[in-house]
Nanobody, 124 residues
Framework: QAQLVEAGGGLVQAGGSLRLSCAAS????????MAWFRQAPGKEREFVAA????????FYASSTKGRFTISRDHEKNTVYLQMNSLKPEDTAIYYC?????????????????WGQGTQVTVSS
């Protein structure tokens, strides 16, 4: 059974950094588009960043571009999200998702595999 497990969340002060990881097991996701989404209390799940499976193009939300970097290690079947210059508004549960899309989608429903999420809290 395919499984995605996030790690690396925590509490950090504004301006600080965190690195999230998403380890996949049960199957290889090397050809899949991998994405990070986040959901703050009372808000809808929103797109953060994605990396395409084959050509490793990366895509970012306007709110994270320039501060966040998504990357993947095919050998480890793991995706990372390096988050720098964190702001209080980045506080949310961050979810890893995988989809056999061929490209990238910003829509959560396009991704069929999800992790359980990891909490990121940025204090002011």
């Amino acid at each position: 059974q395919a499984q995605l497990v996030e790690a690396g969340g925590g509490l950090v002060q504004a301006g600080g950094s965190l690195r999230l990881s998403c380890a996949a097991s049960g199957r290889t996701f090397s050809g899949y588009t991998m994405a990070w989404f986040r959901q703050a209390p009372g808000k809808e799940r929103e797109f953060v960043a994605a990396i395409a499976g084959r050509d490793i193009r990366t895509f970012y939300a306007s709110s994270t571009k320039g501060r966040f970097t998504i990357s993947r290690d095919h050998e480890k079947n793991t995706v990372y999200l390096q988050m720098n210059s964190l702001k209080p508004e980045d506080t949310a549960i961050y979810y890893c998702a995988a989809g056999n899309l061929g490209s990238v989608s910003l829509e959560p429903h396009m991704y069929l595999n999800w992790g359980q999420g990891t909490q990121v809290t940025v204090s002011s």
